[in-house]
């Protein structure tokens, strides 16, 4: 079932690198000797021919498409210079500063009467890198082309510019060519700036009513977005881990945090004020940001209606300073089903942890009833222990999924029974409880619920394998499968020598990407609920630390699997009352309520003690289930605690577009950009830590990215989303009982150092 998907994420990789190889030989090569009419010369007219026409395939298509290779969107704040550009276009704020600053520097090198000539043209053309067609201006579409200097300029128009402003030619690009051929010539600088398809030169483009009107709904139903909107539920939590329901009808939902605290929703959205459970003095869980360890999973028995019996998994230090995770199971108190009872906990299992990465604990219950248990390889980076590590020695517990049942006992006096059909039971060097193996970290599995209707996809356990160095993958749960760990990482070797001795039979990856999409995967669910239909079968996960969510479709006739972005926040499509536009960037965990409704936690910042930590929900604006399909009536639970209504901190995109705007309204270029209808457009918005912008004066815009293809291909479906940091507005947090208060004081961290520190790197790249 995996091997044809194989081939083609493989081909994903591979694809890259041939093209990184070829501009490498086909454009670069050539950089310093000559120019075509890109800004890059050549020794004769016939190799610009062969460029033009090698070219040509790549730039007969064009469409809204920005330097980096990704979408428009809407700025997340006005446009001050290139104003035009300020409801859809491909700068924001910053980069909109830093062209008024190129174009301050070039008035000042010239005289009043060149300024008053020349002003207006200059501006156009600079806020060119802002056009939502700026990738097909300057040749961007395809990586294998050379970067022009310029944009592409209309005939007509680049004559104009020419007659009047020939003497600025040298201020606005550093081509030596283009400065040395051109600034008497005016045929010949015409025809280097003009596009072979003349719809979208500039400023042609912008009366072409057949573009202009398809702006907006380019990006609306862009091929292969799934955009969603959002609700949050719930913050103020500390680095929430999971969430979890009983499945007994009553639709409460059970959130975890990280330092040991389990806290209960209801129906309604209000929490109880006293916590289910209270372990925060055995769990092992720490101040600092990344830290692994703390709570990790939490299940319900399939029967916990009738038994009350619940799952944990949690690090802890044992007596003799050893780090452990220890999977046990507690009840419910029989006089009130919202408190646990910490006396009835019976410990199941434990695993010695060496190191404080790599911990795994997901727990769940499988369609069969039995409890897997999902260990990390427990040790340093590389998984180093032994001839061929933990993950492929089936003697160990870590780097495995177990299967055990949890309603028996073993003969050989273990607390729990192991299934009859487990696939290494017969095996005297292996671990009976081994179910899979060669998994490095799993990081959030989930059961698949199946089709409502034909119930196809039923049972099927989906994980996310956070990877080591270059590559996070989705895997399909296989009894007796080999996930290769850790002689391969995603579909490459990782061991070089473990991976050519290895076995053919791993099972391969349904999905893999590398460090320029995200560093480490949250594995997430497929949506089988009733409020969105159109996201049925979906799978639908993110990355922790890029902040991105992504999903997977699968090909029902090739069994392949298919990446789908995810875009976030239209003000069009999400302006319905308590829908937000932004969310946390570090993205948990991900869960399903009782009804099946799919739902994500994240944080701004990842600390165990710090309350950032919020629960939004995933809807679809698309299309709705028909009203009253999805109502429900929840099973009445007596409660003992007092309610806390929630209180949003996010606001929503009604508040929003109501709020009047705090900023002087830009005023409007009268130049020809202004030309640009008014458009609805989605609020997609982009990260400063992860856009890369077009360069300055000195260099050519997005040159980094087309000396990175690789990164520049996989950011070209992702820049559709900015994932924003809350407002400040104070919301009380899940209070903290019986713990000591010296650990609150450790998270008063100063973010905006923070982001004074990432915004700073942003520089240093742009500098490069």
Not at 185 to 214: M, V
Not at 307 to 331: D, H, P, T, W
Request: contains cysteine.
């Amino acid at each position: 079932m995996n091997e044809p998907c194989y081939e083609e994420v493989q081909d994903f990789h591979t694809s890259d690198l041939k093209k990184s190889l070829l501009k490498e030989m086909n454009a670069w090569s050539q950089a310093g000797k000559s120019s075509s009419r890109s800004g890059v010369s050549f020794p004769c007219p016939c190799v610009c021919v062969c460029l033009f026409l090698f070219c040509l395939m790549g730039t007969l298509l064009g469409h809204p498409q920005c330097l980096d290779y990704g979408p428009p969107f809407q700025p997340p704040l006005p446009l001050e210079f290139c104003s035009a550009y300020e409801n859809f276009g491909c700068c924001d704020r910053e980069r909109d500063k830093s062209i008024a600053a190129k174009y301050r520097d070039i008035m000042d090198d010239m005289d009043p009467q060149e300024r008053k000539l020349c002003g207006t043209y200059i501006k156009d053309i600079l806020c060119q890198e802002c056009s939502p067609y700026a990738a097909h201006l300057y040749d961007a579409e395809n990586p294998q082309t050379p970067l022009r200097s310029l944009p592409g300029l209309c005939f007509d128009y680049c004559s104009e510019v020419h007659l009047h402003c020939y003497s600025a030619i040298r201020l606005l690009t550093s081509d030596k060519h283009i400065q040395e051929c051109c600034e008497t010539n005016r045929t010949h600088f015409c025809h280097l700036l003009q596009l072979q398809d003349e719809d979208y030169c500039f400023p042609r483009l912008l009366q072409n009513s057949a573009l202009s009107r398809s702006l907006g709904s380019v990006l609306e139903e862009r091929e292969g977005c799934v955009q969603l909107c959002l609700a949050e539920v719930a913050s103020g939590l500390r680095n929430p881990v999971l969430m979890a329901h009983t499945a007994d009808r009553t639709h409460r939902t059970f959130v975890a945090e990280q330092l040991g605290l389990v806290w209960v929703y209801l129906p309604n959205g209000s929490r109880l004020e006293e916590p289910f459970l209270d372990i925060q003095s055995t769990v092992l869980a720490t101040w600092r940001m990344g830290d692994r360890r703390g709570f990790l999973g939490m299940a319900f028995h399939p029967k916990h209606k009738n038994n009350g019996k619940f799952y944990i998994s949690y690090s802890y230090l044992a007596k003799n300073q050893v780090e452990k995770i220890r999977i046990s199971e507690l009840k419910v108190l029989a006089s009130d089903a919202n408190k646990a009872d910490p006396s009835s906990e019976r410990n199941l299992l434990e695993l010695e942890e060496s190191a404080a990465n790599d911990n795994g604990g997901q727990l769940l219950f499988g369609v069969d009833g039995y409890l897997y248990v999902f260990t990390g390889d427990g040790r340093k980076a590389g998984d180093p222990l032994g001839k061929f590590g933990n993950a492929q020695n089936k003697s160990t517990l870590l780097g495995k999924v177990l299967r055990i049942d949890v309603d028996g006992r073993s003969p050989d006096g273990k607390p729990y029974r192991i299934p009859p059909d487990n696939p290494f039971v017969s095996d005297p060097k292996a671990r009976p409880e081994v179910y899979a193996y060669g998994v490095r970290n799993m990081w959030r599995c989930a059961v698949d619920r199946g089709d409502p209707v034909t119930k196809k996809g039923r049972g099927r356990i989906f994980c996310g394998d956070v990877g080591q160095n270059r590559f996070q993958e989705i895997d399909l749960i296989v009894k007796g499968g080999n996930y290769g760990w850790r002689a391969k990482e995603g579909f490459k070797c990782y061991d070089t020598k473990h991976c050519h001795n290895s076995s053919m039979d791993d099972i391969l990856p349904i999905f893999a990407y590398g460090r320029s999409v995200g560093k480490s995967v949250t594995g997430g669910f497929v949506y089988r609920g009733c409020e969105s239909p159109n996201l049925n079968g979906l799978y639908i996960f993110g990355d922790f630390k890029s902040g991105r969510l992504m999903a997977l479709r699968e090909d029902e006739k090739t069994n392949k699997w298919k990446k789908q972005n995810i875009c976030i926040g239209s003000t069009t499509a999400c302006a319905f009352p308590g829908m937000t536009s932004s969310y946390s960037k570090y993205i948990i965990s991900f869960a399903e309520d009782e009804a099946g409704e799919l739902y994500f936690m994240s944080t701004t910042h990842p600390s165990a003690y710090a309350p950032r930590g919020s629960l939004y929900k995933l809807i679809d604006p698309a299309r709705r289930a028909p009203p009253g399909k999805c109502k429900y009536k929840p099973v009445p639970v007596k409660r003992k605690s007092k309610r806390i209504p929630f209180l949003p901190r996010a606001k929503t995109v009604l508040e929003l577009r109501n709020e009047p705007s705090t900023t002087i309204p830009p005023k409007k270029s009268s130049t020809l950009t202004a030309a640009i209808p008014r458009v609805s457009s989605k609020k997609a918005k982009k990260t400063s830590s992860t856009k890369i912008k077009a360069s300055t004066a000195k260099t050519s815009p997005s040159a980094s990215l087309r000396k990175n293809p690789e990164k520049a291909k996989s950011l070209s479906v992702q820049r559709t989303c900015e994932y924003h940091r809350h407002n400040s507005r104070t919301v009380p947090a899940p209070p903290l009982p019986k713990k000591k208060s010296s650990h609150l004081a450790r998270t008063k961290e100063v973010l905006p150092k923070k982001a004074a520190l990432a915004k700073g790197k942003v520089e240093k790249r742009r500098k490069k």
